[in-house]
């Protein structure tokens, strides 16, 4: 099992190893080829290996047609699951790789050169058994070992030095000695060596011997010392055995180059909440860049490594491939000049081959689980609905080409619904600029400058910096709060049906005024709470009164309600400071607010210019409502300023 810190210090190495997402696009002529190609060129194993097919590859018939598999590679991302088992399986390997120490005999060697009989003795390891004495005699005698010095043969057996001391002699007879023989194969890449054995009285082939042979069949390079050592001791003979081996020729990779964001169109990761449920709206295909953010990097090609033949001969390499960089629309060379670097915010792919940058993302149909939620760094065009419950959310504008249900919008920029936006009082939108809609219902909408509509507002929250205008053939607010700054314009205001409020307020920001709502919301729920304060702790000094001492957990509450007190009067020590200035504000700004319904205005409606308010009491028509005085004056109907008659590209209000 893989306990808790080594599972950290595996997720730190996967994670590090994984931190840059790279890619790599390959092929071959079978699916396997292209993706033992992507292991390659990511150093990674097959098994760590994610991969997508970009074109599926064609045998052909009798060699027409015939196509190359084509995919794009990436490394898996890790998992605390893959790290486990990974982990749990590593130590497995580790267990079955490590040496395994088992008992082995040791052993005895004689070896005949033109100084006589040698013997080596090897020790055994652990419980194996040793060479004895008789051991070793047995095979002095068998190879026609004489004047035996058995001492020695004594010492060297009990020493088991595994070197060869000279113990003896033998009849030696020259036309017996062993023989080599040297065959060089492959082009000059292996050299074999075939061994005849030594007859009686003949000397067995040395280390030195075979060496000098080699040399003399031109044999120089990759030859296997320590294999050719342990080989002499145990010879086979009349068998060719490989001895040397060149080191073949390495060819630089071709350069390709290493992406530094997700190339395919796969759906992001969906995260489980809190409560264990996943919220598939939150998934996004989307990949958002930033200006001067990297995108990806030219891997230039390799130089290759050069080869030698075991003659010493030396195999030139050639040099990888080199490749053009992908440049497409909003992208640069960095200072590097190999790395692609985004010039504008918005959404990079990969387009006929090359790196674009896009800042405009279109979504072909309805926002929905297709699409999940959007998060743009850019434009945003919707050639569909935005469904319950999902929300759009734009560095630059949006555009819906449909309608807005039950959803969220907000935008820096504007906000155009060429239909209408049914909030169910739940939607809202928030524009940093102006929102442009066919209607408005029952929804929350904000805009840093102007709301303007062509059938209408019904029972909606709506604020705007500068002006609020409707303006079309059936241009009617009904019911809901709105306010502006500037103006409020309509055909009709107001509802002949009774219990639908209609409020209209100008002459202050919004934001301020909604801020100082705020503040004095605060104000009146923390002066209640001292109120409460204060009836506790008389009690609780009235029963101090009596029993003259207090139980302790009463002089906890005590002391308690002392320091809230405190922190609430400090509370409204600030937010009466706070008012003072809003208000100050809001006095010193100089705007001649106004309502106006071109065809009537109903009665009902609640007219609100900066602090004063008017119920209309009777219907008006064609009028205009303004401040003069510190009241509320009834004039002849003004019409919008020209700016609110202009309308975006692809908006009309008709």
Known sequence: MVDF????????????????????DTEGPTLEAAVAEASTLLNLPVKRIDYEITEQGFSGFLGVGKKEWKIRAYPRLVTTQ?????????????????????????????????????????????????????????????????DIDEDLVATVVNEAKSIYIRVGSFNRKYTNDGMVSVNVTDQDMRAYITLTPPGPGGIDMSFETVINVLQDNRVVYGIKEDFLREFLDRPSYRVAVLVAEGTPVENGKDAYIEYLFQTSQKRGPVHEGTDGRVDFRDVSNIQNVVKDQPLARKVPPGE??????????????????????????????????????SD???????????????????VQGNVNLKTGNIIFLGTVIITGNVEDGFSVKAQGNIEVKGSVEMANLEAEGDIVVQKGITGRNTGTVKAGKSVYARFIENAVIEAGNM????????????????????????????????????????????????????ICEVGVDPKSKKELDT????????????????????????????RKSLPEDKEQQMQ?????????????????????????????????????????????????????????????KATTFILENELIRVTKYEEPDEEAKRA???????
């Not at 504008?344 to 279109?362: F, K, L, S």
């Not at 002066?527 to 506790?536: P, S, V, W």
């Not at 009902?604 to 008006?620: A, F, L, P």
Request: with cysteine; charged share 25%.
């Open 451 to 502: 709301v303007i509509v062509s059938d209408g507002i019904i029972n909606s929250r709506v604020d705007a910096l500068k002006r609020i205008v409707c303006k079309g053939k059936r241009a009617t607010i009904v019911g809901g709060h709105l306010r502006a700054t500037e103006e409020i314009n309509a055909k009709v205001i107001g509802s002949a049906a009774s219990g639908t409020e209609t």
């Open 344 to 362: 504008i915010n918005g959404q990079v792919m990969v387009a006929a081959g090359v790196i674009n940058v896009e800042p405009v993302y279109t």
């Open 304 to 341: 290759g490594i050069v080869g030698r033949t075991v003659v010493g001969g030396y195999l030139s390499a050639k040099a990888g491939g080199d490749i053009d960089i992908p440049l497409g629309n909003n992208v640069r060379l960095g200072e590097d000049r190999i790395t692609i670097v």
């Open 648 to 654: 975006p590209d692809g908006y009309t209000a008709n």
């Open 5 to 24: 810190v080594q599972l950290q210090a595996i997720m730190k190495q996967r994670l590090t190893e994984d931190r840059g997402i790279r890619t790599v």
């Open 82 to 146: 893959d790290v486990v088992v990974s982990s749990v399986s590593t130590n497995a390997n580790m267990e079955t790789a490590a040496p395994v120490i088992v008992d082995k005999d040791g052993d005895v060697f004689v070896h005949l050169d033109d100084d006589g009989a040698n013997l080596k003795v090897v020790a055994p390891v652990m419980a194996g058994k040793r060479v004895t004495k008789g051991d070793a005699m047995r095979a002095l005698k068998a190879k026609g070992v004489i």
């Open 519 to 546: 503040l004095m919301a605060n104000k009146a729920n923390w002066e209640k709470e001292i109120e409460q304060i204060k009836l506790d702790f008389q009690t609780l000094n009235n029963i101090l009164q009596q």
């Open 560 to 620: 308690e309600l002392m320091e809230r007190h405190r922190v609430l009067l400090a509370e409204i020590k600030e937010v009466d400071e706070n008012i003072a200035n809003i208000r100050e504000m809001i006095n010193t700004v100089k705007i001649r607010g106004r309502v106006s319904a071109s065809e009537k205005i109903l009665p009902g409606v609640k007219v609100i210019i900066r602090d004063v308010m008017e119920t209309v009491k009777t219907e008006y």
